[in-house]
């Protein structure tokens, strides 16, 4: 894995799209190895976007628009199309068709990304797109197996009438080069099929290892243009892999993208892992570990493989979060018994004790503006959530329903908290921050731990079943309570922790 | 002394406790090298020395190495009073034996919470061996919160079993 890191800044365009400003990211290195754009694009919209700024009829004017090549691996975002046109389709977004052909490439060039070439791999591109858009339970996408594949020329100018005469209400078309320098250009266009337009497009160069990315990106963009929500599927997911018996069992800690895919372990299992969260930035992953023996907190870092002690404190530490804005890494800790919660900077230095009672004070989710902070305390004689300010004054409870409420998780959105609703059985929860409309989304019989993806609409959760087996599965559950599935993983899956949309 | 008369001799110091058993947690301790009869040292070729979890369970009985707890609570009642005794007399006779408590919850619990109420447990054990004149120095606790399990099932005995704090002496 590559860590794509500074963002590229956008730049204001040298050329106009009809009637369409908008920004463009791009670099000196992409425009130099780009190849040739299908003319009849150029002919049909004068000019596209970024990537047709590289066709070369128009090298000469694009030299100027160099920048700094970004870091290898990194994602070259366009800006998201600033088409304000209405959408044709007015039903459900579940009965909505949504046609996926197989991405087409230029020419079928190699790449590290598929051994079929790029050619092979727009194929794939349009399979994970679709998993990605069926998978959240809103859309019925038709994938590019059972789809003629249209050619290069038609990604930007499609054959409108074929699309519609199959049914389909919306199309998604793209296209994937391979790039000089071995990274490659995919780009992802949007189109209604009833009014004949396009809706929404963009691109992206990645590095051949990050292909699913780009698809990930594509579907983001069509998920946020139909629903009008904000994208989720370009992100990541730690859990707690699970193997062996139920009195043995084996916790490794393990990372994987959205839909399952580049799953890898991190921990060998020697040591039971417990209770990960990505950092922000998604370079450090914290963790409950027993590698010595006692359960504490760890800080891993993913590039280097380096681990280090949350705090310096023979005590044991639970339940480690992050700040939003990764300055600041929250824990539990258990002094002769009592545990509490405290706050330290995630660079190290003296820890702030945010709690400070007799009753078990446990997590915390801190609010997306970083300026208060959910946690969970027995204070009350059971488990309840209470909510106080960023630096522990103001702890007042919120949860007054029936039951008791755990692991409460602050939306990225900040509207709703997500909890583990304790009334007999374990159920996944979600009420406002005043602890006001509690809805619960999830009826299984020990539901538990709940995460948001990054746009605050769908929440993860693991699922234990019954009696001896007692095995447990990661589940999602979006919040109408309706679109719930389970997530596949290689063995038994626990403790998931969503980060934020990839940097 | 062989395994059998060990066993016997700590049965019939857990009777001696009975009556202090019944009394609350804070009216208590007896110094336990004044009440009744400590096992003694007597290795043999079949029984583990001191320091092993052999010896130890077998000098206090196994039933008397692990005590257990209500839901959510962690309070030591007049059984885990008379069991903790019963160790008490073991380590003050086996002074150089360190050893650990363990302590566990059952799996109707979250798993954070469940960690930090294992530690609430297995502290509340300590601070009763401590309360009986064992130096806090000797003992470790540590909570696996709803991680490991004795009993498998989802039922009210299984849960029962599992909601407990262990003192095991690692070799």
Known sequence: MTNPSTPVRPEEPKLRAEGVSKGLWHHARALRDALGFPPRLLGANGVVWVLALIAAPLAAQNQDLGQRPPPEGAVVETEEEGLSGSVSFEGNLEDLGIAIPAFATDRDAATPANTGGTGALGVELARVITGDLRNNGLFKPTGPDSLPRPAYAEIAAPNYPTWGNRGADMLVQGYVRAQGDGRLAVGCYLYDTKLNTQLARQGWLVGASEWRRAAHKCADLVYSRLSGESPFFDSRIAYIAETGPKNARIKRLAIMDSDGANHRFITSGRATALTPRYSPDYKRLSYLSYVDGNPRIYVYDIGTGRQTLVTQSRNPTFAPRWSPDGRYLLYSMAVAGNTDIYRVPASGGQSTRLTNGPGIDIGGSYSPDGSRIVFESDRSGAQQCYVMDADGGNQRRISFGGGRCATPEWSPRGDQIAFTRIAGDFNVAVMSPSGQNVRALTNGWQDEAPTWAPNGRIIQFFRSSRGARGDAQLWQVDLTGRNERRLNTPVGASDPAWGPILP | ?171
């Not at chain 2, 050893?99 to 609430?120: C, P």
Request: glycine share 8%; charged share 20%.
């Open chain 2, 1 to 171: 002394m062989t395994k059998n008369a060990l066993a016997l001799l700590a049965a019939t110091a857990t009777l001696a406790l009975g009556a202090c058993a019944k009394k609350a947690p804070e009216q208590l301790p007896p110094a336990p090298v004044e009440t009744g009869t400590a096992p003694t040292e007597t290795p043999t070729d079949s029984v583990s020395g001191p320091g092993t979890q052999e010896h130890f369970a077998t000098a206090v009985g196994a039933p008397n190495t692990t005590v257990y707890f209500d839901t959510d609570m962690y309070d030591i009642d007049a059984e885990d009073a008379a069991k903790l005794q019963t160790q008490a007399r073991y380590f003050a006779q086996y002074s150089n034996v360190n050893f650990t408590v363990e302590g566990h919850a059952d799996e109707r619990g979250t798993r954070e919470y469940n960690l930090a109420l294992g530690e609430r447990r297995a502290n509340a054990a300590k601070n009763y061996l401590v309360s009986l004149g064992i130096p806090a120095e000797r003992i470790r606790t540590v909570s696996y919160g709803k991680e490991r399990p004795v009993a498998l099932g989802s039922d009210e005995g299984s849960w029962a079993q599992n909601r407990r704090a262990a003192t095991v002496v690692i070799d």
